[in-house]
């Protein structure tokens, strides 16, 4: 079992950066695949951005391609995400997530792992 802490969150103008943070402890790290998703107000949680065990392999929502970024350090069990030139529609509750699956997975059900979100404001 592992447990995800995300922090990094906060306000920002459009056309700013955020770098979110997810601190995984438990289990081996690089046993999980690791994901991003999202829940903007009144809307389902929505898939971000997704990377494989090894970290060799990454997926993204076309709304958020080519401006964030995701990335994970084993030295210090932590997944991140970068992002950049953000947008009011960005605003959201960011979720960490894990699974111990082999394909890493778009859809929240393919997620066993949830931290506890961080708040997202993009103001225009």
């Known amino acids: 079992q592992v447990q995800l802490v995300e922090s990094g969150g906060g306000l920002v103008q459009a056309g700013g950066s955020l770098r979110l943070s997810c601190a995984a402890s438990?289990?081996?790290?690089?046993?999980?695949?690791m994901g991003w998703f999202r829940q903007r107000p009144g809307k389902d949680r929505e898939f971000v951005a997704t990377?494989?065990?090894?970290?060799?392999?990454?997926y993204y929502a076309d709304s958020v391609k080519g401006r964030f970024t995701i990335s994970r350090d084993y030295a210090k069990n932590t997944l991140n995400l970068q992002m950049n030139s953000l947008k009011p529609e960005d605003t959201a509750v960011y979720y960490c997530?894990?699974?111990?699956?082999?394909?890493?997975?778009?859809?929240?059900?393919?997620?066993?792992?949830w931290g506890q979100g961080t708040q997202v404001t993009v103001s225009s």
């Open positions: 997530a894990a699974d111990l699956r082999v394909v890493p997975g778009v859809r929240w059900a393919d997620y066993a792992y």
């Open positions: 438990g289990r081996t790290f690089s046993s999980y695949v």
């Open positions: 990377m494989n065990r090894s970290g060799v392999g990454t």
